[in-house]
C-alpha cells in the first residue's frame, strides 16, 4: 500500500480498512505505516467476507476490495469494485 494513496482517498472522504489474514503485530505495524485506522487481524476468507457484508448491507457503503491472493477471490468477487494484485492469476 502506498501512504499517498491513502492520503488522496482520505481527502475524498473514503474510509480504507486493512483486512488481513497476519497476526496483530505485522498488521498494527503496516496499518500504523500507511495511516489505516480501521484493522481486522488473523481474518479468514469468510472473515474478509463477513466484514464486507457488514459494510455493504448493514451500512449501506459501498466497497472496493484490493487482494493479493488466491484466498481474496471470494471477497474480490463480493465486491462490486475491486483490483487483484500479485499471486498466479490465470
Given at each position: ?7 488522496i482517498?482520505?481527502?475524498?472522504d473514503?474510509?480504507p480498512v486493512?483486512?488481513t489474514?497476519d497476526t496483530?503485530?505485522p498488521a ?5 505505516q500507511?495511516g489505516i485506522?480501521?484493522?481486522?487481524y488473523?481474518c479468514?476468507p ?5 466484514v ?20 481474496d477471490a471470494?471477497?474480490?468477487k463480493?465486491s ?5 494484485y ?5
Open positions: 500500500m502506498q501512504k499517498k494513496l491513502l492520503i482517498l482520505k481527502k475524498l473514503l474510509d486493512l483486512l489474514g496483530e503485530k498494527k505495524h503496516m496499518a500504523d500507511v485506522d480501521q484493522l481486522y488473523n479468514l469468510e472473515t474478509k467476507m463477513k464486507i457484508d457488514g459494510y455493504q448491507d448493514i451500512k449501506n457503503e459501498l466497497v472496493a476490495m484490493v487482494g493479493d491472493g488466491v484466498n471470494p471477497s474480490l463480493k462490486p469494485c475491486w483490483n487483484s500479485g499471486g498466479n492469476w490465470q
